[in-house]
């Protein structure tokens, strides 16, 4: 490992790193991107992976957190300056930390028995993380994305999944119709204006849960395939925030089973 001083803006190192950060299309071409806080790049390196490269500042090199991070990383640190750092980071106020990663590849197929998780057009990266990250809390193994849902593998989402994306096997871009008639188990979806509750059905058995964009919700085809449920609301609010909705709904699952 060694330690390397990057100062102009437009190094190239810097110049790549921007583009992850930023371009979605860019991160698919170079198949990289990047992770930002801690928590996420320990929980990738405890994982047996790897970092391309790791930017930092001299300020933070200092502290306990990245000392754990260098003990598992064995390629360069980059140091950058704070300002630098800011014009690149997402979060803002976090420590300084960005490191440049391969995007996962796998070679498995969808497995239509066990626990699933499918978000159909759910855009809003915060969502997208904090669905994943409940998801496999609850032991759920499984994520099938439609097209137009936030990118997994964008910085916003992987910030916001906390290192979930690291314990699940995620499926991006696919078509319902090709899917949902395959499932053998149990779907269910969440929709405000059924009456079948959460609480009366019987979890305990392997399921699928679909979740929807946050504005129109699950599209008709998958509400068609689909056991429609609600959540009791005696507030009387109209609708539960997704992520929010779908937590309830994987650990009332969990507590079934237990």
């Not at 059924?194 to 919700?217: A, M």
């Not at 609600?230 to 699952?253: K, R």
């Amino acid at each position: 490992m060694s330690i390397i001083y990057l100062e102009s803006k437009d190094n190239p190192k810097i110049k790549h790193l921007r583009a992850l950060i930023e371009q979605n299309n860019y991160r698919k071409k170079q198949q990289q991107t990047v992770l930002e806080s801690t928590h996420t790049c320990l929980a990738w390196l405890q994982s047996g992976q790897k970092i391309h490269a790791f930017f930092t500042t001299e300020i933070a090199l200092k502290h306990q957190d990245l000392q754990d991070i260098q003990a598992l990383h064995t390629g360069h640190i980059f140091i950058i300056s704070e300002v630098l750092y800011k014009s690149l980071s997402i979060l803002g106020t976090t420590l300084a930390c960005l490191a440049v990663i391969d995007i996962p590849r796998h070679n498995q197929t969808i497995n239509y028995n066990i626990d699933t998780l499918i978000l159909d057009d759910v855009q809003d990266p915060g969502n997208v993380g904090t669905l994943l990250r409940s998801a496999a809390a609850a032991n759920i193994k499984q994520v099938i994305c439609t097209p137009a849902v936030a990118s997994l593998w964008s910085p916003r989402v992987l910030r916001a999944g906390m290192g979930a994306h690291f314990s699940v096997c995620c499926f991006e871009r696919v078509d319902l119709t090709n899917v949902l008639p395959q499932f053998q188990i149990p779907i269910y979806a969440t929709s405000s204006h059924q009456s079948h509750s959460l609480y009366e059905k019987n979890l305990t058995t392997p399921c699928v849960w679909i979740l929807g964009n946050e504005g129109q919700g699950i599209s008709e085809y998958a509400l068609a395939h689909a056991q429609a449920l609600t959540i009791p609301q005696p507030g009387g609010q109209e609708s539960l925030n997704v992520a929010i909705a779908g937590s309830i709904c994987f650990f009332e699952m969990v507590r079934q089973r237990l």
